[in-house]
């Protein structure tokens, strides 16, 4: 297809170009020249002299401790705050993860407490206009609404966008709400970043999270990098990586199709074609397999089906894997070698890795590589996943997911009745909730939701095709923007068919405003988190306590008393916090989080009691920052934050656990192997660990997971207390919530839940192990026989495609590989950052990265206007930034603007006062079809496009 621009896109390009001048910026954000650039490398302090004039300068200065609410490092900031004021932010010095360190993000957090863009009040659209209305109307209105669907449609016709901006109170006490109304269409931003990861990693070991932490990459002697850029995405984090470069000349080995800023630094930069991580993978275990590099006795004794990963390895010699991922075959040796030749070493990935359609298979690769060379369970080794949002882990772990309840409990009777039981709740009266009848087999309570990913197919696929009554009809959208999304086109048509769109947030967000409604639409402004308190996990597992900044601005509120006016709206108020009491009228933080403790026993969030993680908050310069135990204080010997599993209740004072899966340590201080997740055997075959054990176990050998009646078995019984006993009769270490399962099996050495091998092998998968599959969108058409990707098939509630698109060759018309990625200075959907003046300067304009060869091909400089399209018609009108960071037929756009939509600017659409100070067209308009089989995860990283000059 040959672009072209007609001649009323010329009279918008010239009437409103995108972006503006710096002196336009300056001119618009009320700042003066110079001083916002300087603020953007630190500058705090700059930052609270041109505020001190605002508040009297004998006003008492209070500290308050929080948390960086931008990537998931987890950085430690310390808020001064006057007469209510928040005047002024230092990097927190002597905290464990940053140790002063602030990227640019973290710089201007002190914007939260003045938000000059944000919603003040809640507003709704009626007749094309916002008008302001009380909380009290807003909250009627909605409960109405949804009331009435319930009627007419069922409660799946509620859908239930959740954030990973949420304290952890928020994620469980959302999430819980949706349980209450009577829906599984329920979800959050993991679905698109992170949710390959956790199926992909929880099935080959156990859990589905980092195994170790930020500060234990200092004892790394390999980094290998596939898929994350970590100098932009998570900057801090570097100040670890460096660290082990500098101390242990650790090498550096980066897999990624751009020479990003991370690959600066690498020993080695390897740029696959994106979409081919796979082969790239089985390549470096052919040579490692070759070589005889692999640790046989690690293998031996903690990993079941390697042999079948040899077999596959096989069929990538070096040749094959050049040819198919486009790097020589020196790189691929050469990548091996140093991960074999340096360990210990660690892996990094991000959503380069994960945002495919076979996201699951590459994370399971990326694991079986550190299961071949032994890496698992050791200091400096693990497989390190950085997080991109504050409290992402958090939001997962706390079940904001289609398919789970709160700690990844799943949607089975057995589940539910756990849940029930600790919500001390009748569980006919939760089922009586949900719809009644069957969906795929199955009642709708046991049935997976519609994914985040695909919502607006819910509302637009005929309802006959949907494996639940009726389409969506009203949608909240809290705390995450749609422009993250890919089709924007027809997320766009969702938001128009629904009966009603609910937006909460501090900002309007695309939800808000891209449609082209002119009635039922609410905005509710929501506080940040530096107006409330409560927990957030990192992405290393730890758990940390924010103390509230602020009082919540103009007439936000917290997201929990929101929810709560709401659950007392529905009638359900009395069932939804039976057993936690109130402060002012609304839900009391500390009790959600002890109610938490008290469920979370799969993962071990059961020993973080609101005392113990605000006793680490406050006591940060006790912890080391390499180790990350305090060296003495009130917290000695503890593991900073706590990091899960933190076993049994909070008074057995378990330290937490930094490394997962290590048995050099006794479960009591942090030790412990593989999850037994998947039984005693397949097939005839053994899958518990053969002569590898935790120190000090008593069961010197492999063993099943805990329960009452092994308990028995072992003669361990009357261990338990006669209280314990009542509780624990017939369960299990995931439904006793006593905790004396899980107590006497540490006190006998073992860990709750078995001692089992990891497995390469994933026999519920629709790969059993990891293949490759060629990207929906392909220019490799001569790969596609010989690599093809599924046949169509239903995923839960959604009819999906694959066979039926990678068919079609778009190759000539759209030549060029799509990829995209991170800005150091915006988050996420961008909303947020872009209405942030500190950071909004220094990134002005969308723009595609376009390799010089190209560029000249299409008469493109440098710094022009073009148009880029997708395969499946989407068009954006962007910059070009003309560079060799990405190679000849390859192309790269940052994911964080919004605003523009097909060249048409969006901020008329905005309540006055909250048209962010930058906007540009969404990268997701161009990106196209793909979700992973077993997540719904969306290929965002490997798809096709074409650019012409505008």
Avoid at 50 to 72: G, L, M, N, Q, W
Avoid at 548 to 561: C, G, H, N, R
Wanted: aromatic fraction near 10%; hydrophobic fraction near 35%; charge should be neutral.
């Amino acid at each position: 297809m040959k672009l072209t621009r007609t001649s009323d896109v010329a009279a918008k390009v010239e009437a409103k170009p995108l972006g503006m001048s710096r002196r336009q910026f300056m001119k618009t954000a009320g700042i003066a020249t110079g001083g916002i650039a300087a603020a953007s490398m630190l500058g705090t302090g700059m930052m609270r002299r041109a505020e001190a004039k605002d508040v009297p300068h004998d006003a008492p200065i209070e500290i308050k401790r929080t948390i960086c609410s931008a990537c998931a490092v987890g950085c430690g900031l310390y808020a001064e705050v006057q007469n209510g004021v928040w005047t002024g932010q230092e990097p927190a010095f002597d905290h464990p993860f940053n140790a002063g360190g602030h990227c640019a993000k973290g710089a201007a957090l002190r914007e939260h407490g003045h938000g000059e863009k944000r919603l003040k009040y809640p507003m709704k659209l009626e007749g094309g206009k916002w008008k302001r209305i009380s909380w009290e109307q807003a909250i009627n209105e909605v409960g109405d609404k949804m009331l009435n669907i319930r009627q007419e449609s069922g409660p799946d016709s509620v859908y239930f966008m959740g954030s990973a901006k949420f304290s952890n109170e928020g994620c469980y006490m959302y999430r819980k709400l949706a349980a209450m109304w009577g829906t599984n269409n329920v979800d959050h931003s993991a679905r698109i970043c992170h949710s390959t990861t956790v199926a992909g990693v929880a099935n080959t070991w156990g859990y589905g999270a980092q195994t170790n932490s930020f500060n234990d990459i200092q004892n790394a002697r390999a980094i290998f990098f596939i898929g994350a850029n970590p100098a932009e995405a998570h900057p801090v984090s570097m100040q670890h990586i460096l660290t082990a470069k500098e101390r242990n000349n650790a090498k550096i080995i980066v897999v990624d199709p751009r020479f990003s800023r991370t690959a600066a630094h690498a020993d080695l930069h390897v740029g696959i074609r994106p979409g081919t991580d796979i082969p790239f993978i089985y390549g470096m275990l052919w040579h490692i397999f070759e070589n005889g590099w692999e640790d046989k006795t690690f293998i031996d004794q903690r990993v079941f089906g390697m042999d079948k990963i040899r077999e596959e390895a096989k069929k990538f010699p070096p040749k094959e894997v050049a040819d198919i991922t486009g790097v020589s075959e020196e790189a691929i040796y050469q990548a091996a070698k140093l991960m074999a030749d340096n360990r210990p070493g660690t892996v990094v990935w991000c959503m380069g890795g994960t945002q495919h359609h076979v996201g699951n298979a590459n994370t399971r690769a990326y694991s079986i590589l550190q299961l071949a060379l032994g890496n698992m369970g050791v200091s400096g080794g693990g497989t390190n996943i950085f997080r991109g949002h504050d409290n992402v882990q958090g939001a997962t772990d706390l079940g904001l997911l289609f398919d789970n309840l709160p700690g990844y409990y799943g949607l089975t009777s057995a589940a539910w009745q756990h849940w029930t039981h600790v919500w001390d709740l009748d569980l006919e009266w939760v089922k009586g909730r949900f719809d009644h009848g069957t969906y795929l087999g199955r009642e709708p309570m046991t049935t997976p939701g519609i994914p985040c990913s695909r919502w607006h197919d819910g509302v637009l696929e005929d309802k006959a095709k949907l494996a639940q009554k009726d389409n969506i009809r009203l949608a909240f959208f809290w705390g995450q923007s749609v422009n993250t999304e890919t089709r924007q086109r027809e997320v766009r048509d969702a938001l128009d068919k629904m009966d009603t769109v609910v937006v909460v947030d501090p900002f309007p967000t695309m939800a808000g405003v891209m449609h082209r409604r002119k009635d039922g639409v609410y905005l509710l402004p929501a506080a940040t988190q530096f107006e409330t308190r409560g927990s957030i996990s990192n992405s290393g597992r730890s758990i940390q306590w924010r103390e509230q900044v602020i009082e919540p601005l103009f007439e936000s509120k917290t997201d929990i008393e929101i929810m709560y006016r709401l659950a007392e709206k529905l009638g359900i108020a009395e069932q939804y916090t039976k057993r936690i009491s109130k402060e002012n009228g609304v839900p009391l933080i500390e009790d959600i989080t002890r109610e938490i403790n008290r469920g979370m026993w799969t993962i071990g969030m059961t020993g973080q009691s609101p005392e113990r993680i605000k006793a680490h908050t406050m006591n940060w310069g006790t912890f080391s920052q390499k180790s990350l135990e305090a060296e003495g204080g009130p917290c000695k010997g503890e593991t900073y934050g706590l990091p899960w599993p933190c076993w049994g209740t909070p008074e057995m004072k378990h330290p937490g656990t930094q490394i997962l899966y290590n048995t050099s340590k006794h479960v009591k201080d942090g030790g412990g192997n593989f999850r037994a997740r998947y039984g005693v055997e397949y097939q005839g075959q053994n899958l518990l660990a053969e002569g590898s054990f935790s120190k000090g176990a008593e069961i010197e050998d492999g063993y099943p997971e805990f329960t009452a009646d092994m308990l028995k078995q072992l003669g361990w019984w009357d261990d338990l207390t006669a209280a314990e006993k009542a509780e624990a009769e017939g369960k299990n270490w995931k439904t006793d919530l006593s905790g004396g399962i899980v107590r006497v099996a540490i006190k006998h050495g073992c860990i709750p839940f078995g001692n089992a091998r990891a497995r390469c092998l994933v026999w519920t998968f629709p790969d059993a192990v990891p293949v490759h599959r060629e990207p929906l969108y392909t220019a490799r058409r001569d790969l596609v026989a010989k690599y093809p990707t599924y046949d169509d098939m239903q995923v839960h509630r959604l009819p999906t495609l694959y066979k039926s698109i990678q068919e079609k060759d778009f190759s000539g018309s759209y030549p060029l590989v799509l990829t995209s990625g991170r800005l150091v200075e915006y988050e996420g959907g961008g909303e947020e950052s872009r209405s942030n003046p500190w950071l909004a300067e220094l990134q002005q304009e969308m723009f595609v990265e376009i390799n010089p060869g190209d560029a000249a091909d299409r008469g493109i400089r440098n710094n022009d206007n073009v148009w880029l399209e997708g395969p499946e018609g989407g068009r954006i009108l962007i910059k070009a930034l003309v560079t060799p960071r990405v190679k000849p037929g390859v192309t790269f756009m940052p994911y964080h603007f919004a605003g523009v939509m097909h060249g048409e600017s969006l901020a008329p659409n905005y309540p006055e006062g909250t048209v962010p100070y930058v906007i540009g067209e969404s990268a997701n308009t161009a990106l196209t079809y793909g979700y992973d089989p077993v997540t719904q995860m969306q290929e965002t990283k490997s798809s096709l496009c074409q650019i012409v000059k505008a």
